[in-house]
Each structure stands twice: as structure tokens, then as C-alpha cells.
């Protein structure tokens, strides 16, 4: 079995005033890429996906577009996640 693990993505996180919205898009998209060449079974999404824990709907739409595409690479893998401390209430 093939683990694909991932953590701490924190989608809307603002680095010192900078949005950084355009690098996570840059970093989600080379994760698609990593996972369609490797066909992992599982997708295991832990904790902090989200910077805050009322995200912005742009770090939700980023997000979503996230998980479609990597559903979308790697149909037949199961993808898991849970929020972390810093996106939970």
C-alpha cells in the first residue's frame, strides 16, 4: 500500500502582509503532479489545512480546487484529512 501523507498546509496564511495565495497555488498544483506520477492508494491530509479557523473564501476556494485536481490525478486513491490546531474551533 502507498501512503501519500501531508500536514501542516496552512491555505491563507499571510506571511508578514504578503499573500502568499499565489505560492500555495504554485505548491498545491507541483503536489498533484507528485501524486499522479506516484498513484499513491491513500492521501492522508493531517491537521492545519487551513492558517485559521474562519478561513477566508478565497483560502476555501483554493482548497477545493486542491482536492478536485488531486482527485481528479489520482482517482482511485482514498483521500483522508483532519483540521489541526490552528483550523479548528
Given at each position: 500500500?502507498?501512503?501519500?501523507h501531508?500536514s501542516d498546509?496552512?491555505?491563507?496564511l ?23 506520477d ?8 493531517a491537521g ?18 486542491f ?18 490546531n490552528?483550523?479548528?474551533?
Amino acid at each position: 500500500m502507498k501512503l501519500f501523507h501531508l500536514s501542516d498546509l496552512h491555505i491563507g496564511l499571510k506571511l508578514m502582509n504578503r499573500d502568499l495565495t499565489e505560492d500555495q497555488q504554485y505548491i498545491l498544483n507541483r503536489i498533484v503532479q507528485y501524486a499522479k506520477d506516484r498513484q499513491p492508494d491513500v492521501i492522508m491530509i493531517a491537521g492545519d489545512i487551513y492558517d485559521k479557523a474562519v478561513p477566508s473564501a478565497e483560502a476555501v476556494s483554493l482548497f477545493d480546487s486542491f482536492v478536485t485536481s488531486l482527485k481528479e490525478a489520482v482517482p482511485q486513491s482514498t483521500i483522508m484529512m483532519i483540521s489541526g490546531n490552528h483550523d479548528s474551533a
